[in-house]
């Protein structure tokens, strides 16, 4: 069946460090969008990749697209301590149907 | 313009009660989704509703029940209440089903 797998589950790093997360499905997603929840929130809609290969940037994060349109990933340069939250990746497949990753937790450690 | 609103923002019901929760989407959206969230689940998405109908369904048992009325707004009821439903209920609007999701604040229900 669809489903998205997201990894890691948690990343802990002191602030300053970069964090990345992965979104990986199976079968080819039409696109893929990327959410933010901030702890005691709900989920904020961070960015739409519709083409295969895609980079975009929004000041330290970059999104990318695999050349396949299965895989994605969210980079953060340099973290600091707004970034913290959960990551969602969830990708919209040909049936319309969203599938969500489990999300991954960022944490940045005193 | 408004963004979604979810009613009430907290509950409390007792197992075997019934609950209807209710989301008005930003206007002029037409796509409407439901997501349960717990701790340890992430996010689970229940339904989709565009136009009245519904679009997609996970897995969720017959209990979960939703409807969306013509004026775009949407309803879910969960009957016979376990203490497993416990979570934060999430509604999301989108234009239509292949946009972004605008997600409201949360129905948060406890079952004692």
């Known amino acids: 069946g669809q489903q998205v797998m997201q990894i890691p589950q948690y990343q802990h790093v002191q602030e300053g460090e970069d964090f990345t997360t992965y979104c990986n499905s199976s079968?080819?997603?039409?696109?893929i969008q990327w959410y933010k929840q901030r702890p005691g929130g709900h989920p904020v809609f961070l960015i739409q990749?519709?083409?295969s290969g895609e980079v975009k940037k929004q000041k330290r994060l970059t999104f990318q697209f695999g050349e396949a349109k299965k895989n994605s990933s969210l980079h953060i340069t340099a973290t600091q301590t707004t970034d913290v939250g959960t990551y969602f990746c969830?990708?919209?497949?040909?049936?319309?149907?969203?599938?969500w990753g489990a999300g991954t937790k960022l944490i940045i450690k005193p | 313009k408004a963004g979604v609103t979810q009613t009430p923002r907290y509950l409390i019901k007792t197992r075997g009660q019934q609950v209807t929760l209710s989301c008005s989407p930003i206007?002029?959206?037409?796509?409407v989704s439901w997501y349960q969230q717990t701790p340890g689940q992430g996010l689970q998405f229940l339904f989709e509703?565009?136009?009245?109908?519904?679009?997609n369904k996970g897995n969720f048992p017959g209990r979960f029940s939703g409807r969306q009325f013509s004026n775009s707004r949407s309803e879910m009821n969960v009957s016979t209440l376990e203490l497993g439903d416990s979570a934060l209920y999430l509604c999301?609007?989108?234009?239509?089903?292949?946009?972004?999701?605008?997600f409201g604040p949360g129905t948060r229900l406890t079952v004692t």
């Open positions: 990749l519709v083409k």
């Open positions: 509703y565009f136009s009245e109908t519904q679009r």
């Open positions: 999301a609007s989108s234009l239509t089903s292949v946009y972004e999701q605008y």
């Open positions: 206007s002029g959206h037409r796509s």
């Open positions: 969830a990708g919209r497949y040909s049936n319309y149907q969203l599938i």
């Open positions: 079968t080819t997603l039409s696109n």
